[in-house]
């Protein structure tokens, strides 16, 4: 009956132990994790570099930050949102689809449409126009007067 006991005792305790081990495993982020969120971000301090990628030493700390935020359980909102919060939009690779920030969405989608029916309307008038201009395909020779046709004649004489 003892042996049961500390036999069970000890399963226990070793079933505990793996289970915080696998929760830490689980609540330490990955460097994938970590790129991920990180891909989404711009850097602060360099112009149009992505945080994931960018060498500087501030990079590698907010990356390191963004770690340690994953941790700590934050979801990837709240990491985004934190970032925002500190730097502004600018460090978003992907701006909000709200407000003033649609146009951003929005406006390529216009040009694009309205690019495609100024194509066909004027696609569409060449075809008329060539229609139309195979009647009048054959210039007609103007009409010289015969007085105008002599001078010529005459000065041609003079240069040869």
């Known amino acids: ?3 049961r006991r500390l036999l069970l005792a000890l399963l226990t305790i070793a079933a505990s132990f793996y289970a915080v081990s696998l929760v830490q495993a689980q609540t330490v982020p990955t460097d994938d994790e970590v790129n991920a969120i990180a891909r989404k971000l711009y850097c602060p301090v360099c112009p149009n570099t992505p945080l994931d990628v960018c060498e500087t030493q501030a990079c590698a700390d907010w990356r390191a930050q963004i770690r340690d ?3 700590d359980g934050w979801p990837e909102e709240q990491v985004m949102a934190y970032f925002v919060e500190q730097y502004g939009e600018r460090v978003l690779a992907e701006p909000e689809r709200s407000g003033f920030n649609s146009l951003v ?7 694009v449409a309205l690019g495609l029916f ?3 309307q004027v696609l569409r008038s060449w075809r008329r126009s060539d229609v139309g201009s195979v009647e009048t395909a054959v210039p007609t020779a103007p009409a010289i007067s015969p007085e105008t046709r002599a001078k ?7 240069l040869v």
Request: hydrophobic residues 65%; neutral net charge; without cysteine.
């Open 118 to 120: 100024v194509a066909f």
């Open 152 to 158: 010529i004649e005459r000065e041609l004489k003079e």
């Open 69 to 71: 935020q994953l941790a």
């Open 1 to 3: 009956m003892f042996r």
């Open 105 to 111: 969405w929005i406006l390529p989608v216009v040009a």
